[in-house]
T-cell receptor, first 117, second 110 residues
Framework: GAGVSQSPSNKVTEKGKDVELRCDPISGHTALYWYRQSLGQGLEFLIYFQGNSAPDKSGLPSDRFSAERTGGSVSTLTIQRTQQEDSAVYLC???????????????FGPGTRLTVL | AQTVTQSQPEMSVQEAETVTLSCTYDTSESDYYLFWYKQPPSRQMILVIRQEAYKQQNATENRFSVNFQKAAKSFSLKISDSQLGDAAMYFCAPIGGMRFGAGTRLTVKP
């Protein structure tokens, strides 16, 4: 594919509702990452996929957050019972990362801006 | 634990001048790459430059270069001949990505 795509670009929801954020990585990229960026802040690592498995999900802030990846491609980040502090930009990235390597460049999507009212 | 520190929340540079953004980190890994990313107001993260930790020679990409001191775990970014389009947030990810610094907001004055 041309690049990493994310949908929706913006999402406004009410506190307590569930939301799903989607990421389409670059075709052929085996690794996929989710980050959260609060207003004016740096990137907070959430979870990393290698293929369909998640060797590192240490960054998920609570059990309200979950993610899955199917077919080694599309990934969905789900936030249940959203809270106002979940408001942020959620960025997805992909790379051709080989398991156990720290060498691959990540290519980022444009992000989804989530606003919880 | 792997930590990344960007000690300069904001920096300002005059157009055509040179500016250096600092980044320090801590890791027990031995084989890794180091990255600087740029995030303009459009929010799109763009790779600026990357460095292989096993290489002693500092990476250079046009006006961008790094000063990598492996023993000191320091990885600074130098921007020469600054341009208005360089204004952005700059993030270092010195441990193969996944762990990013808090960012430095660079302003370029005409």
């Amino acid at each position: 594919g041309a690049g990493v795509s994310q949908s929706p670009s913006n999402k406004v929801t009410e506190k307590g509702k569930d939301v799903e954020l989607r990421c389409d990585p670059i075709s052929g990229h085996t690794a996929l990452y989710w980050y959260r960026q609060s207003l004016g802040q740096g990137l907070e690592f959430l979870i990393y996929f290698q293929g369909n498995s998640a060797p590192d999900k240490s960054g998920l802030p609570s059990d309200r957050f979950s993610a899955e990846r199917t077919g080694g491609s599309v990934s969905t980040l789900t936030i249940q019972r959203t809270q106002q502090e979940d408001s942020a930009v959620y960025l997805c990235a992909s790379s051709s990362r080989t398991s156990g390597s720290f060498t691959d460049t990540q290519y980022f999507g444009p992000g989804t801006r989530l606003t919880v009212l | 634990a792997q930590t990344v520190t960007q000690s300069q929340p904001e920096m300002s540079v005059q157009e055509a001048e040179t500016v250096t953004l600092s980044c320090t980190y801590d890791t027990s890994e031995s084989d890794y790459y180091l990255f600087w990313y740029k995030q303009p107001p459009s929010r799109q993260m763009i790779l600026v430059i990357r460095q292989e930790a096993y290489k002693q020679q500092n990476a250079t990409e046009n006006r961008f270069s790094v000063n990598f001191q492996k023993a000191a775990k320091s990885f600074s970014l130098k921007i020469s001949d600054s341009q208005l389009g360089d204004a952005a947030m700059y993030f270092c990810a010195p441990i193969g990505g996944m762990r990013f610094g808090a960012g430095t907001r660079l302003t370029v004055k005409p």
